[in-house]
């Protein structure tokens, strides 16, 4: 297979499994990282920027989510965005540092977005955050760990 369709696709998988679409991105990097095919830094950059890319797409709709409120459509429930925002607003940008968990990590980002959390801290607050979690999984793999 080509390096770049393998890349790409890990690229791909990473930044849909950030948004709210479905997609194990652990699960293609180990996977990857256990062919022993590919360059182990490479998968991990990749995967990062994927990932991290994803979750600044969450980041802008969340900066254009809340003027949507108030709309009979809109998708989140005023109250468990209002529960979001406090708990985001008590915890404060460091909770960012859980946008790589399941199931939190995404309506997080939207939140900071919501919040008006200037991107340069976001971006660095989950990047540290989705990386140190790909190189735990690629030490696991890789039995560094």
Do not use: C, H
């Amino acid at each position: 297979m080509d390096d770049f369709a393998v890349y790409g696709g890990l690229f791909l998988v990473a930044f849909a499994a950030a948004t709210t679409l479905p997609a194990q991105s652990e699960a293609a990097l180990a996977g990857l990282l256990a062919t022993g095919s590919f360059s182990p830094a490479m998968l991990v950059v990749v995967a990062s920027i994927g990932n991290i890319l994803g979750s600044a797409v969450n980041w802008v709709l969340g900066r254009g989510l809340e003027r949507f409120r108030d709309k009979p459509w809109f998708p989140l429930r005023p109250a468990r965005l209002n529960r979001a925002t406090n708990w985001y607003r008590r915890y404060g940008k460091w909770s960012l540092l859980l946008s790589w968990m399941p199931i939190v990590g995404d309506p997080l980002t939207v939140v900071a977005g919501v919040l008006r959390e200037p991107l340069w801290s976001f971006v660095a607050i989950v990047a540290v955050a989705k990386v140190s979690r790909y190189l735990v999984v690629a030490g696991a793999v890789l039995g560094l760990m």
